[in-house]
């Protein structure tokens, strides 16, 4: 019997288990049932915080603190360029070698600064932008290559005499092969942005010039008309506030006859004139952004932008050749030959391609244009020019100012500079 009874219950026990599951891959599970439990505790995901066993407290800090300097530049946008002024105006008067290390810790302080305000103004920066900018927001925003190739561009830019500083210490190879892989990176970035936006001319970045895209906490002056008196309701700071659609009107000029210039008599108004051509719509504000450049089609401007962005690349490859001699000129030639090549492809491109030459291009385009102009000027402060011409008159103008009064540390400046323009590689590069 006890047998039998085993037997028994084994047959109902396995009948039940095979009911049991069938059933449970018949019936659906509900939506409202929890998780199922892992088994396996090695599959459970788990924070890298948590298996380091981190406070969380510690983790948070970081943007806790970035948070709160955005927070702090956003609302003091008026003291933080002003210290960022002072900053680099005392960064300007370091260079030279009257102290040990003076020209590197110089450079580092002005490398910060440069970074720094470069994220400043990417904080700070609000409309209207300049077409220039508009044109690079526009690429920024429609391709993220365009974005990453601006951003590595304006941080070697940043950097390259830094790191050409330390480089230095290693060596004159070693320095040179960095002054070449920086030239490299640069034109890699510069060919990538102008493939990205279809053949067209790249515009300089405008290192140096971010602070002007920044909205300055101002607070508008008051009219003299309401400077005897009250304001009447709805005028706020000089500013007419519309009482049934709320939109205000900014505040208008005087139109007494005394104003004939852009200072007035009655303490510093500005004339209708002024005002008004100031709000006259250009053509550049109206076209697209993607419209402020024209595309390249013919063979000589292709030929001119190629030229120009690999000209520092072949420079910098003929200095490192020829490093031995400083007054060689043939890398100097050879450079020269190329940007003034590349400038005459360019004004033929221009003459034949573009209806009324240069003045039917958009101003953004004619002001690379006459950035690109200047930028030759340089080429009397580089190389075996520099080594067998101006290095003398340099240092003949610094000789003549020394021992006056006033003019003395302009002399000490000038020698201080000299010593940059003679014994580094980026002071003088112009891209």
């Not at 505790?41 to 603190?65: F, N």
């Not at 104003?259 to 004339?271: I, L, M, N, P």
Request: aromatic residues 8%.
């Amino acid at each position: 019997m006890t047998i039998a009874a085993t037997q028994h219950f084994e047959a109902l026990n396995s009948t039940f288990s095979s009911m049991t599951t069938d059933q449970s891959k018949s019936v659906p599970i509900p939506d409202g049932a929890p998780p199922k439990p892992s088994s396996s505790p090695s599959t459970s995901t788990t924070s890298l915080t948590a298996r380091l066993r981190i406070p969380t407290t510690y983790t948070t800090i970081p943007s806790q603190w970035l948070s709160t300097y955005q927070s702090f530049v956003q609302h003091n946008s008026s003291q933080v360029s002003s210290l960022e002024s002072a900053l680099r105006s005392l960064a300007y008067l370091l260079p030279g070698t009257r102290f040990a290390d003076t020209p590197l810790r110089s450079e580092s302080l002005q490398t910060f600064l440069s970074l720094l305000t470069a994220y400043n103004t990417h904080l700070l920066a609000s409309p209207p932008f300049s077409p220039q900018r508009r044109y690079e927001r526009f690429w920024e925003a429609k391709s993220r290559i365009y974005a990453r190739c601006t951003a590595l561009l304006r941080t070697v830019q940043y950097t390259q005499l830094l790191l050409e500083m330390l480089a230095k210490r290693a060596g004159e190879k070693a320095r040179w092969r960095v002054i070449v892989v920086l030239e490299v990176v640069k034109a890699v970035c510069r060919l990538c942005m102008g493939r990205v936006s279809g053949s067209r001319p790249v515009i300089a970045t405008g290192v140096g010039d971010e602070r002007t895209e920044r909205r300055v906490d101002t607070q508008p002056t008051d009219d003299d008309a309401y400077a005897e008196g009250a304001q009447p309701d709805g005028a706020e700071g000089g500013e007419w506030k519309m009482p049934r659609t709320g939109m205000r009107l900014p505040q208008l000029p005087s139109s007494s006859p005394s104003f004939t210039g852009s200072v007035g008599a009655g303490g510093g108004g500005e004339s209708i004139i002024d005002f008004l051509t100031s709000r006259v719509i250009t053509a550049d504000e109206i076209k697209s952004a993607h419209r402020l450049v024209r595309k390249l089609h013919s063979l000589p401007g292709h030929l001119a932008e190629l030229l120009y962005i690999l000209r520092p690349v072949v420079y910098a490859l003929a200095l490192q050749r020829c490093q031995a001699n400083r007054k060689d000129w043939r890398p100097w030639l050879l450079g020269l030959s190329m940007e003034m090549a590349a400038r005459q492809l360019s004004k033929a491109d221009v003459k034949d391609s573009v209806v009324g030459g240069i003045r039917g291009l958009s101003g953004v385009e004619r002001e690379e244009l006459k950035r690109r102009g200047w930028g030759m000027a340089w080429w009397g402060m580089r190389g075996a020019f520099y080594e067998n011409v101006t290095s003398g008159v340099v240092k003949g103008v610094a000789g003549g100012l020394k021992g006056k009064a006033v003019l003395d540390m302009l002399g000490v400046v000038i020698e201080d500079y000299d010593y940059l323009w003679g014994e580094y590689y980026f002071p003088t590069a112009t891209l």
